[in-house]
Every structure is written in C-alpha cells, then in structure tokens.
C-alpha cells in the first residue's frame, strides 16, 4: 500500500535551517508530483510546494519562497524540503503528500504522518 515516512524535523532557532525528508513506498514513485503540506496547531493544512514527477519543476506558497526548497531522488523514492530562515510562523506538522494520477498541481490523495518543526528561541 502507498506509504510515506517524513523525518529531519525538530526545534530549531529563527534564522536556523533543517531538511526534511520522505521515504516512499508501495506505488510508482516517479508518475507522481509530490507536495510538502503543513498543519499548524489550532488550524488547517496548508499547502507549501509541488514538485513535478520529474522534478523539473516546482511551485511555493508565497510565504516560503526564497527559503524553502523542495527536492527530489526517484531512484531512491525520496522527497526532501530545505528549510532555510525559518520563522516562528513555520512551526507546524509537515507531511508529503502524492498527487493523484494525472494531476500535478490541484489537490492529493495520500499523505503520511508527518515530522514536527518547532521554531523557537
């Protein structure tokens, strides 16, 4: 069954860095766009980037472009995001997600458990 397994997040100072990673499993890795989401305490999930199955492309919700970097090895079914300048307002549950089949921006069907990033000093 489709699986992912997000790690790399932690507590981390503003202006510190961390990267995130995603291990895949159970489906066709490379036919899939894939997105980073986000879950802040007390609110709904927020889509941060999409990269394209091939990972030639990529998009950003505004509040993290310039300082998040979402990343790709379809080899070893692996999703990174860099994290860089990070704020307060970073903090939340991050999780991969799949993009349906034949779909690469709107929307995702599978998602995993998530890895915590608390930013703080």
């Known amino acids: 069954q489709v699986q992912f397994v997000e790690s790399g997040g932690g507590l981390v100072q503003p202006g510190g860095s961390l990267r995130l990673s995603c291990a895949a499993s159970g489906f066709n890795f490379n036919s899939h766009a894939m997105k980073w989401v986000r879950q802040a305490p007390g609110k709904g999930p927020e889509w941060v980037s999409t990269t394209t199955a091939d990972g030639d492309r990529a998009r950003y919700t505004d509040s993290v472009k310039g300082r998040f970097t979402i990343s790709r090895d379809n080899a070893a079914k692996m999703l990174y995001l860099q994290l860089n300048s990070l704020k307060p307002e970073d903090t939340a549950l991050y999780y991969c997600?799949?993009?349906?089949?034949?779909?690469?921006?709107?929307?995702?069907?599978?998602w995993g458990r998530g890895t915590q990033v608390t930013v703080s000093s």
């Open positions: 997600a799949r993009s349906p089949t034949g779909s690469t921006w709107a929307g995702y069907d599978y």
